[in-house]
């Protein structure tokens, strides 16, 4: 491996995407000084989109592995901003999250947690984050969960 951050998630048994490519007119992530901010990644596994309205017909463990799965688009949009080194990640600075869920559900900040505790997983410490988990109406073809993120590099 070439750095400890990889060594860590071969440790935890996890394999990065590829960098999902953007879906319409806008870039993955926009670096300004030591900050990337990392757009919006929807949730997908290896069997295509992870779709559904938590509440209605998915749980919240269905949410939390959701979000997981937006919380490695993340690292894997990360790894691209910082040439392939992500030794280069200082703090995971800020995670804002949206569950697309009805009215009613309330666990939103639980349904988050996935990405959040994935990047103090892989980062440690330096993982942890400010946070906003909002409930959403609907989300971009129809997916469950879509988290942005802003992160500090060297």
Same mark, same amino acid.
């Given at each position: ?14 394999? !990065? ?60 949009? !990360? ?76």
């Amino acid at each position: 491996m070439s750095n400890e951050i990889e060594a860590r998630l071969t440790e935890l048994g996890l394999t !990065l995407p590829d960098a999902p490519a953007p879906a319409a007119n806008y870039v993955p992530y926009v670096q300004s000084g030591a900050l990337v901010f990392i757009s919006g990644q929807i949730s997908a596994g290896s069997d295509g989109l992870i779709t559904g309205k938590l509440g209605e017909n998915l749980g919240p463990e269905e949410g939390v592995a959701a979000a997981r799965a937006c919380g490695l688009a993340l690292i894997a949009q !990360l790894r691209a901003a910082c040439a392939g080194d992500l030794s280069r990640v200082q703090r995971v600075v800020k995670l804002t999250g949206f569950v697309n869920c009805t009215p009613d559900f309330t666990d939103q900040p639980k349904v988050v947690n996935g990405c959040s505790d994935l990047m103090v997983a892989v980062f440690g410490e330096a993982g942890r984050h400010a946070r906003a988990a909002v409930g959403a109406p609907s989300l971009p073809l129809g997916v469950a969960v879509e988290i942005e993120g802003i992160f500090e590099i060297a």
